[in-house]
């Protein structure tokens, strides 16, 4: 899956806990993403970055931090994790803008929040 | 603000038939508009893309019709194949200094009986 890794796969966290999700990329693409994915709102676009230390936000940016300080992981911090956070996450890359190269995506993160 | 709208939510095809969804965008400045297919448990990966000099593009059974007039745009799926049941997401990214921000639609779950 174009080298991405996201990392947990699954996890249950609690109301009002940080929670960190991890992607990680082998292919040295310069453009990183994250989206979050619910039923009805297909996929939408919480932050990306487009080089180490240069991100910015997306449609649904509330609630959430973005950190890139290599090129091959862009760290995703919910700092407080509310209900309406529950959702499926997905890292995507590319290795130019999206109108030049294609997205790839990572096999996602499914979190829940009590 | 959803800038990409998606129809059908869902579509049932017997084998060997037609699917087709639909996608209506708003903002002329997009330039580029991929399709993405998501299998259960997957990321989405792109199926086949359409900029907007052309009305029409075709990869096998699958086919993009483009209507720059009426900002709307469609994907054909020929002789529909039971492995063909996944998600379909249409898409569209403006180019120039967008960086890269690709604006999903709502998804349609594409079901093809045997």
């Known amino acids: 899956d174009a080298g991405i890794t996201q990392s947990p796969r699954h996890k249950v966290t609690e109301t009002g806990t940080p929670v960190t999700l991890r992607c990680h990329q082998t292919?040295?693409?310069?453009?990183m993403y994250w989206y979050r994915q619910d039923p009805g709102h297909g996929l939408r676009l919480i932050h990306y970055s487009y080089g180490v230390k240069d991100t910015d936000k997306g449609e649904v940016s509330d609630g959430y931090s973005v950190s890139r300080s290599k090129t091959e992981d862009f760290l995703l911090t919910l700092e407080s994790a509310t209900s309406s956070q529950t959702s499926v996450y997905f890292c995507?890359?590319?290795?130019?803008?999206?109108?030049?190269?294609?997205?790839?995506f990572g096999n996602g993160t499914r979190l829940t929040v009590t | 603000q959803q800038q990409v709208k998606q129809s059908p939510q869902s579509l049932i095809v017997q084998k060997g038939g037609i699917s087709i969804i639909n996608c209506a965008y708003e903002?002329?400045?997009?330039?580029?508009f991929p399709w993405y297919q998501q299998f259960p448990g997957k990321g989405p990966a792109l199926l086949i893309a359409i900029r907007p000099d052309v009305s029409e593009k075709k990869e096998g059974r699958f086919t993009i019709s483009f209507n720059k007039s009426a900002k709307q745009f469609s994907l054909h799926i020929m002789d529909s194949q039971p492995g063909d049941s996944a998600t379909y997401f249409c898409?569209?990214?403006?180019?120039?200094?967008?960086?890269?921000?690709?604006?999903f639609g709502q998804g349609t779950i594409l079901t093809v009986h045997p």
């Open positions: 898409a569209a990214v403006a180019g120039g200094t967008s960086y890269g921000k690709l604006t």
């Open positions: 995507a890359i590319s290795e130019s803008s999206p109108s030049l190269s294609p997205l790839h």
């Open positions: 903002n002329t400045a997009f330039d580029y």
């Open positions: 292919e040295n693409h310069r453009y």
